[in-house]
C-alpha cells in the first residue's frame, strides 16, 4: 500500500505566477490534510478535506490560497500570484476517516506524505 | 486555541547519552500527543504517540511520559545514537479537533 503521494517534490515558480500542487492520500482514505512549514519552524495547519467538501480551512489565507478535493483525482493545493513568502515546504496527510474523534486504533494516525517544496523567485 | 510550547530548541549529546525533549500545551481538553522525527528534506515521520488515559509509553530505546495535571509531555531518547540525529516535533489535538497544533521542534544533534 503506498504511502501519501505528493507531487512535484520541488516547485519553483516566480513571483506573480500561480503554483498547484498534488497530493494522492494512501488507498482506501477519504480525509487529506494540508500543512505548510516555513523555514526552522513547526507544521501549520492549513485545510482539512474530505472529498468533494472543505471541513476546515481555518488555517489557510483568506486571499490567494484555495484547496479542493474532487471526487476523481488527487486533491489540489492552488497558491495563485505567489510571493516570496509562499516559500515553504508544504506537507499533505491522509486519513480514513475523521481525524481526531478519539479512538485508540491506528486509524487515528496521521502519516505526512513527502512535501513540496515550493520555491519563489 | 491550542499553543503548544517546546525545549529546548537544539540539544547536543554524545553517542550513548539519554536526550530529553519537553512540550507543554494549553489546552486541557486536549487528549492525543504524538512525536515526530523529521530528517532534513524529508517528511515528518510519526516515531511515537500517547493519549491522555496514559501516562507512559515505550518503544524500545524512545519513551513518552505526559503529566496532564501539568500539561506537558516529555520524549526520552536513551542510548543515543548518530541516526537519531534529526528535528524532532512535538504535537497536540483535542476530541473532535481534527487538526494537530506542532511546537517549533528540537534539533537533536548527536555525536559519535
Known amino acids: 500500500n503506498a504511502g501519501v503521494m505528493q507531487n512535484p517534490r520541488h516547485l519553483v515558480r516566480r513571483r506573480g505566477q500561480e503554483a498547484r500542487l498534488r497530493c494522492s492520500p494512501m488507498k482506501g482514505h477519504s480525509h487529506v490534510y494540508w500543512y505548510r512549514q516555513l523555514p526552522e519552524e513547526g507544521l501549520k495547519f492549513m485545510v482539512y478535506l474530505q472529498k468533494e467538501n472543505i471541513i476546515d480551512e481555518s488555517g489557510m489565507p483568506k486571499e490567494r490560497f484555495s484547496a479542493e478535493f474532487p471526487k476523481e483525482g488527487p486533491s489540489i493545493l492552488r497558491i495563485q500570484q505567489v510571493v516570496r513568502g509562499d516559500s515553504a515546504a508544504y506537507f499533505c496527510a491522509s486519513s480514513p476517516r475523521m481525524f481526531g474523534t478519539g479512538s485508540e486504533s491506528a486509524n487515528e494516525k496521521l502519516f505526512f506524505g513527502s512535501g513540496t517544496q515550493l520555491s519563489v523567485l | 486555541g491550542e499553543n503548544v510550547e517546546q525545549h529546548p530548541s537544539t540539544l547536543s549529546v554524545q553517542e550513548g547519552d539519554s536526550a530529553v525533549i519537553k512540550c507543554t500545551y494549553s489546552d486541557s481538553a486536549s487528549n492525543y500527543f504524538p512525536w515526530y522525527k523529521q530528517e532534513l528534506g524529508k517528511r515528518p515521520q510519526l516515531i511515537i504517540d500517547?493519549?491522555?488515559?496514559?501516562g507512559e509509553k515505550k518503544d524500545q530505546r524512545i519513551a513518552v511520559t505526559l503529566n496532564k495535571t501539568a500539561k506537558h509531555f516529555s520524549l526520552h531518547i536513551t542510548e543515543t545514537q548518530p541516526e537519531d540525529s534529526a528535528v524532532y516535533f512535538c504535537a497536540a489535538s483535542r476530541p473532535g479537533f481534527q487538526k494537530l497544533v506542532f511546537g517549533t521542534g528540537t534539533r537533536l544533534l548527536v555525536s559519535p
Open positions: 500517547i493519549r491522555s488515559n496514559v
